[in-house]
């Protein structure tokens, strides 16, 4: 058991792995001996993340492009492929968010978190089941609990993120045959995070969405990360079409404490 979490050898891509929790597991890999590839908007973010990536894995390498333009998603994939080889772990996590109502925000900014969220994962994994390894490959999708607690001010989010872990449990079907495992990990409220400092913009919000949180405080990156890391272990050899949440327990109360705690911050 000594070694279940050693990657050395194996490709590892992150789309959205140029900052966040993305870039928390992207490290994470690369510590434990893995070629690490990322994709990312911002070629100045994308170029910080692989300079920090290089201290632990100097193979590590970066490509600019949006996941809701599939030819330029495929561009990426085919470089790392041709760099580094099969695919053995792949993390989708490029994601958006911003509070606001229903009926606060147009048919365009609804649009636009679910041509990231939803649209932009499925662009990242059909078109890396190509260079995925067959069989062995672990496919991670960076879920939210909006995906299953209706959320106030999250409408947008909660249709996107719903719609990623039915992709999740369909491609764990069909791509299940040829050895591919297909989960979701659903992280909590997470510290340090831009998710949480849009939704939790001011100190008296952050202290009443942690106190919402059975555990009482807020996760780490680490501990997202580390879960990524077991889901692609052997550890999880049968573990496929799975929506982990790992969230302190905040899901427990079906989302309406953390939903409550977010719309009384916001709309007091």
């Keep these: 058991m000594q070694d279940v979490f050693d990657f050395s050898g194996r490709n590892v891509f992150v789309a959205g792995g140029s900052s966040g ?18 994709l990312s908007r911002s070629q100045e973010r ?8 290089r201290e632990h894995h100097p193979e590590a390498a970066g490509w600019s492009a949006d996941v809701r333009d599939p030819g330029a998603v495929a561009a990426a994939l085919e470089a790392a492929h041709a760099r580094f080889g099969p695919i053995d772990v ?6 958006g968010n911003f509070v606001a109502p229903a009926l606060g925000m147009s048919t365009n900014a609804f649009k636009a978190v679910v041509d990231i969220d939803l649209l932009g994962t499925f662009n990242v994994l059909r078109t890396a089941h190509a260079f995925l390894r067959k069989p062995g490959a672990s496919v991670i999708n960076i879920s939210a609990s909006q995906s299953f607690n ?5 409408a947008h989010v909660c249709a ?13 079907l069909e791509w299940g045959p040829q050895g591919i495992r297909v989960n979701s990990i659903v992280p909590g409220p997470i510290a340090g995070t831009e998710g949480m400092r849009r939704l939790a913009p001011s100190a008296e919000t952050e202290r009443r969405m942690r106190a919402a949180v059975p555990l009482g405080r807020f996760g780490q990156v680490s501990e997202i990360a580390d ?3 077991v889901l692609s272990s052997r550890l999880s050899q049968y573990v496929t079409g799975v929506v982990l949440p790992v969230d302190g327990g905040s899901s427990l109360s079906g989302g309406r404490d953390f939903s409550a705690s977010l719309a009384e911050a916001v709309l007091t």
């Design 21 to 38: 929790i993305n870039l928390g597991i992207a490290l994470t890999f690369a510590a434990q001996g893995a070629r690490v590839g990322i």
């Design 227 to 229: 879960m990524a890391l």
């Design 46 to 53: 994308v170029d910080a993340a692989v300079a920090a990536l």
């Design 150 to 154: 209706p959320t106030r001010l999250q």
């Design 90 to 95: 792949l993390v989708s996590g490029a994601a």
């Design 160 to 172: 996107a993120k719903a719609g990623v872990d039915m992709l999740t449990r369909v491609l764990a």
